[in-house]
């Protein structure tokens, strides 16, 4: 009799789609691939995916719990960029590979940071609810910055970052950045400004959030950065909810210490309809959409599948998050 093959689990985001060419693309290594709504209770899970030698996850979040008790499990795949919902240091020490797929909405993230700062500039929002409310002013209200010659800080200059930067020096904006692990010559091949993090809050006329969230880079938008801000600042936030603490930014914002905002990640999702950030004017609020694009979308569940297939066949994947498990000697869960 034939063995069966590895179980592959595709745990479903709060938003469901067809992952039909992901298990497509593990044909090849003969995986069974079973798809799973929403969820994020630790019993829940480890029931459901006892067998699992591999796991996608969106949201649901992968803990030390859950992969201690899938003793078959060899390789856990995130389906975008940031990886926060995966204890990374429990998959490294128990020899679980973990992957994510970085490169698949770098400009669609760069373009709706681009598309919220400029709908901040222009006043686009208010100037469309004063048309339709019959209001003919002819000008931007409250005034408009030129750009041009405007700085921008960019808070983190990774792959979305960069791309963001290329973006506004089209504008002729000034660019200035903060990131320790990113070295010189990649500032210097952008045209960007290396600066400390109380330096960009002091320079910035906008402020763009492009950082992984991990423990350092948590409220890394707190009290003492908004501390530094100029009130005619503008904030854009479509990292991680958590590394803007929103407490202080609310209390920047009713200060008159941080001009406006515009965030597409919350610290809880979906935010509360109560939310105070919510019922101000100079707040622009998206549901966590900076990353879509249906070309990038439809791509998630083949680039998954191709990555599973990798490891199940004794390759290294494209994407580790955590390098270290294949150091000569590491502890490597092995089918």
């Given at each position: ?222 009290e003492a950065f908004l501390a530094r ?54 707040v622009i609020a998206t549901p966590h ?47």
């Open positions: 009799m034939t063995a069966p093959g590895p179980r592959v689990y595709v745990i479903q985001g709060q938003t469901e789609r067809d992952w039909s060419d992901c298990a497509a693309a593990l044909a090849r290594v003969s995986a069974r691939v079973t798809t799973l709504a929403f969820m994020r209770d630790e019993a829940e899970m480890i029931a459901r995916l006892r067998d699992a030698d591999a796991l996608v996850t969106t949201y649901s979040p992968v803990t030390r719990g859950l992969m201690s008790a899938l003793e078959g499990l060899t390789v856990v795949v995130r389906t975008g960029v940031g990886y926060d919902v995966i204890d990374l240091p429990a998959a490294t020490e128990l020899g679980v590979i973990v992957v994510n797929i970085p490169d698949l909405w770098i400009r669609e993230v760069a373009n709706h940071a681009l598309g919220l700062l400029l709908a901040w500039n222009r006043k686009i929002l208010r100037l469309d609810r004063e048309v339709r409310a019959g209001v003919w002013s002819a000008v931007v209200p409250g005034g408009a910055g030129s750009l041009h010659g405007e700085t921008i800080g960019i808070v983190g200059l990774g792959n979305i970052g960069s791309a963001l930067a290329r973006r506004v020096a089209a504008l002729e904006m000034q660019v200035i950045a903060c990131d320790p692990y990113v070295d010189d010559a990649t500032f210097a091949a952008l045209g960007v400004e290396r600066v400390t993090l109380p330096v960009l809050a002091e320079r910035s006329d906008y402020i763009s959030v492009h950082t992984l969230l991990n423990a350092e880079t948590r409220h890394l938008i707190g801000t100029k009130p005619t600042a503008f904030l854009v936030n479509t990292s991680r909810g958590p590394v803007v603490d929103e407490q202080a930014l609310v209390r920047a914002l009713r200060e008159g210490r941080l001009a406006g905002a515009a965030l597409d990640v919350w610290e809880r999702e979906p935010v509360a309809a109560d939310h105070p950030l919510l019922a101000m004017d100079n959409a900076a990353y879509f694009s249906t070309a990038a979308v439809a791509a998630v569940p083949r680039r998954c599948g191709e990555e599973i297939a990798r490891v199940l066949d004794g390759q290294r994947p494209l994407n580790v998050v955590n390098p270290e498990v294949f150091a000569p000697g590491a502890a490597r869960r092995a089918r």
